[in-house]
């Protein structure tokens, strides 16, 4: 509720009341987790699910939560990855991400300045996990208490830094049950490194026929780190990194303009974005954000020139109210009701984004998708987004496994469409349809549809 309150008119000084009742219920509900999670695992009821994910695009998932963060204090955030990574390894995403979470918060937290480096890569018998910090660095007599719950590194800590000091005595935890220990090196004033390795079997790496392969690209305006990671990226999409002749520059924040040629701008969110781009991404970089507008950049234009969302639902009224979101955003939208027809209409015309629902007559969601991914040629491949009323886990995974980009749920909420039309175009976008106060049309279970947002 108080986030709803926080999008109606307020004045300043209720807004900063406002905001700050919001941020002070965050903290609490993070410490409450850390509780219970703590509580769980002492007690042994914590059970780890075996499911295929991208360990990947799961640290990309990360890594947006502390940008804001890096960006405030003046840090590189990046992820570097090792090109043999598998595309694919099956664990539990859900304690992957949480053990990733803790290691990236506590070095953003204790790094004033300088960098936070995540490096995801295969080694034998599993995946390892580093994270790199020139933080404040540990001294060598506290190392051994690192991993006790409740402890702080010093009395001052608690004041100065926050946090409940259980953050990794859970992650240790929760390593110990996949056969595996969280390893650090430390020196007081000198950063750390914490590593784990995760015992998890991964599919091959497939290997890269996309338009992208041999193409090359130019990094500017980026920290060393920064620019390491991105390079990794690049050369996992199949690209070369040339900095003295390339087809496209990526272009960081610390660059005074645009250089000559086609270029694609790199902005922490909330900074502004520039002219004379051909697209801008947010940085930490996501690598399906960075595939997309190089595919986009890259792929023959079609021939009318349009930007249609291809929506894929069978319900009338539904059909209606995603049609009115993208309107207000910008863009528009083409209807099919089915998964065949889903196919039909993206073998005669190009699509960049499609908004897929899963329960359909004569094709659903999941065979549409499926079907998608493996007969269209690489350079027609859209960005596809399930929209479904399941809160299944197994729905979610079955489509994330056929192909698709990402999931939401319905009724479709602002702040998932807008994050997910972000994540798809590399930016921002209008977000006037959030001060709209017309009634919405109701969904098919008779549940309000919130009007979306604009990936």
């Not at 496209?248 to 660059?255: E, I, M, N, Q, T």
């Not at 399906?288 to 986009?296: F, H, K, M």
């Not at 659903?364 to 499926?370: I, S, W």
Request: with cysteine.
């Amino acid at each position: 509720m108080t986030e709803i309150l926080a999008q109606t008119e307020l004045s300043g000084e209720q807004r900063e009341m406002v905001e700050a009742v919001i941020k002070s219920s965050q903290l609490l509900r993070a410490v409450v987790d850390d509780i219970l999670d703590f509580s769980k695992l002492e007690a042994r009821s914590v059970a780890l699910e075996q499911l295929l994910f991208s360990p990947e695009d799961a640290l990309d998932d990360v890594l947006e939560l502390f940008a804001l963060t890096a960006r405030d204090k003046g840090l590189e955030l990046s992820l570097l990855v090792g090109r043999d990574l598998p595309q694919t390894v099956q664990g539990d995403p859900l304690r992957f991400r949480q053990i990733a979470s803790n290691l990236i918060s506590n070095a953003v937290k204790f790094t004033r300045k300088g960098a936070v480096e995540v490096r995801l890569a295969p080694v034998p018998g599993g995946l390892s996990l580093q994270v790199r910090d020139t933080g404040v660095g540990i001294p060598a007599e506290l190392l051994g208490s690192l991993f006790q719950p409740f402890q702080q590194l010093e009395s001052s800590t608690t004041r100065r830094y926050g946090g409940t000091g259980l953050g990794l005595a859970i992650s240790q935890h929760l390593a110990t049950l996949m056969g595996s220990r969280i390893e650090v090196e430390s020196q007081s004033g000198q950063g750390s490194t914490f590593a784990v390795v995760f015992p998890w079997p991964g599919t091959a790496p497939e290997p890269v026929t996309s338009p992208l392969l041999n193409r090359t690209a130019g990094i500017l305006g980026l920290g060393p780190v920064s620019q390491l990671g991105i390079a990794s990226r690049l050369e996992r999409l199949g690209l070369r990194v040339d900095q003295e002749n390339p087809e496209v520059w990526l272009v960081g924040p610390d660059a005074t303009h645009p250089p000559a040629g086609r270029s694609l701008q790199l902005r922490w969110p909330g900074l502004k974005e520039q002219q004379g781009f051909a697209a801008s991404l947010w940085l930490p970089l996501r690598r399906s954000t960075l595939e997309q507008a190089l595919l986009t950049l890259f792929a023959p234009a079609s021939p009318d020139g349009a930007q249609k969302v291809l929506i894929v639902e069978d319900t009338l009224i539904n059909q209606k109210v995603l049609l009115r979101m993208l309107s207000r955003l910008g863009y528009s939208g083409h209807v099919v009701e089915n998964g065949a027809q889903a196919l039909s209409s993206l073998r005669e015309q190009s699509f960049p984004m499609v908004l897929m629902d899963i329960h359909m007559p004569i094709m659903d969601g999941v065979e549409a998708t499926r079907r998608i991914r493996q007969e269209l040629p690489v350079e027609r491949q859209p960005f596809i987004c399930a929209v479904s009323a399941s809160s299944h886990q197994e729905q979610r995974d079955e489509m994330l496994q056929a192909g698709a980009n990402a999931f939401i749920g319905k009724p479709v909420a602002l702040s998932e469409l807008r994050s997910v039309i972000e994540t798809w175009a590399g930016g921002s976008v209008s977000r006037s349809a959030e001060s709209s106060d017309s009634p919405l049309p109701e969904s098919r279970d008779g549940d309000p549809i919130p009007a979306p947002g604009g990936p």
